[in-house]
């Protein structure tokens, strides 16, 4: 049962890291949507001092599913599959909102790996994945330079390079 449920979610690993890099090309290459984030008064693409990083990003999902492969391809029920499965559908999640210019549609894509997760009936690799979303996703609300905080009711909070907190209402 271990064997199918590996294959079946190797197979979505790849759809996501296809997707992943579908959407790094289609917003870094072609520069898709990038009027709509203008319009939106959103940055349009990420500046190019970024594009090492966005590489990089690109490139843990792609190696973890490789990984995931070789051992699947060894023994078809080693112990560190669904690991190495969670670890790929995690930060393929994460490539394809980096790719994506950070845009809010692609942050669904969070939900759509945690209800994956679940097709392995382990809490353990649901936790460990909704953990790394926390901590990747709280990180940049509170410490990245000028980003727009929350908005509750009439305020809104912005945090400057100092990391000081100024609140408008």
Request: glycine fraction near 4%; include cysteine.
């Amino acid at each position: 049962m271990q064997e199918k449920k590996n294959v079946i979610m190797l197979v979505f690993s790849v759809v996501v890291v296809l997707l992943s890099v579908f959407i790094h090309y289609m917003h870094c290459g072609i520069g898709w949507l990038d009027m709509y984030l203008l319009l939106s008064q959103t940055a349009a693409s990420q500046p190019a001092s970024l594009t090492p990083l966005l590489n990089l990003i690109l490139i843990i999902p792609i190696l973890l599913l490789a990984a995931a492969s070789f051992l699947y391809w060894k023994n078809k029920a080693h112990q560190f599959i669904p690991v190495l499965i969670m670890l790929a559908l995690t930060f393929g999640s994460i490539s394809i909102i980096a790719g994506g210019d950070g845009m809010v549609e692609y942050h669904f894509s969070i939900f759509m790996v945690l209800a994956s997760l679940a097709y392995f009936e382990s809490v353990r690799l649901v936790v460990i994945s909704t953990i790394h979303f926390y901590f990747s996703t709280s990180r940049r609300l509170l410490y990245d330079s000028g980003t727009f905080m929350w908005n509750r009711g009439l305020s809104f909070h912005i945090i400057d390079d100092s990391c000081r907190i100024f609140t408008f209402y």
